[in-house]
């Protein structure tokens, strides 16, 4: 058997790294989702969300001020999938998140919102589907000053045309998802201008006792910039 060697020992390194973030985030997002839908619970919290989209408001509010246009891509659930399944609940809380992003920017300045992108998850899928030329399509679609503010993750690996497509934008793209070792690449190369990642692993709270949404959102999230 041949060894692994120079690019190709890289990209199965790279390969694993990303590999065992995804686990980590599971293992994490399967306790938190345990806790937040709980059988026994009326409904879920979407505080922690909503707070979490005010954050990223706050953070967009910092990098390009107080007036822009505004392109956001978001996730909604397969419609096939059942309605009590716990992952179908959990992207269903993106749109909490959405909510609370658009009432924070609305508070600090004047917005103007295209026409929203939602993609379907599908059921048997751990991160965002994008369909051939989806993102393609959106880049080349949209004015070239919006803003753009997706909700999830951007198509797994960018073509040449996609990334020469986002750095000649004026308009900033913005990433409210992921984690930060998937996500940080994308924002060390100015592909992503700004990214609100969680943080693998994720620190513990700092005092026993109740968790108020913002510090659950600063423990849990980062704010990553070129």
């Keep these: 058997m041949k060894p692994v060697t120079g690019t190709s020992a890289t990209g ?6 990303k ?3 995804a686990l980590l985030l599971l293992l994490a997002a399967g306790w938190f989702l345990h806790v937040t839908f709980r059988s026994d619970l009326p409904k879920p919290n979407v505080k922690p969300f909503s707070t979490l989209g005010g954050f990223a408001a ?5 990098l390009i001020g107080g007036q822009a246009s505004i392109a956001i891509v978001s996730e909604i659930p397969d419609p096939k999938s059942p309605a009590g399944d716990p992952m179908v609940r959990s992207i269903k809380m993106v749109a909490a998140e959405v909510d609370g992003f658009k009432e924070a920017l609305q508070r600090q300045g004047r917005f103007t919102y295209l026409p929203e992108l939602k993609l379907v998850r599908p059921s048997d899928a751990i991160k965002t589907v ?11 679609s949209l004015p070239n000053q919006a803003t753009l503010v997706a909700f999830c993750s951007l198509p797994g690996q960018l073509s040449p045309t996609e990334r020469n497509l986002i750095q000649s934008r004026t308009g900033r793209l913005i990433i409210v998802g992921g984690v930060v070792p998937e996500v940080k690449p994308l924002v060390d190369s100015r592909l992503a201008h700004l990214a609100i990642s969680a943080r693998v692993p994720v620190p513990p709270p700092e005092r026993d006792g109740p968790e108020t949404p913002e510090g659950w959102v600063r423990r849990v999230y980062a704010a990553l910039k070129p």
């Design 19 to 21: 590999l065992a973030a």
């Design 130 to 140: 994008w369909p051939s030329g989806a993102f393609l399509k959106l880049l080349q």
């Design 58 to 62: 706050d953070e967009v509010v910092a």
């Design 12 to 17: 199965h390194r790279r390969e694993r790294w």
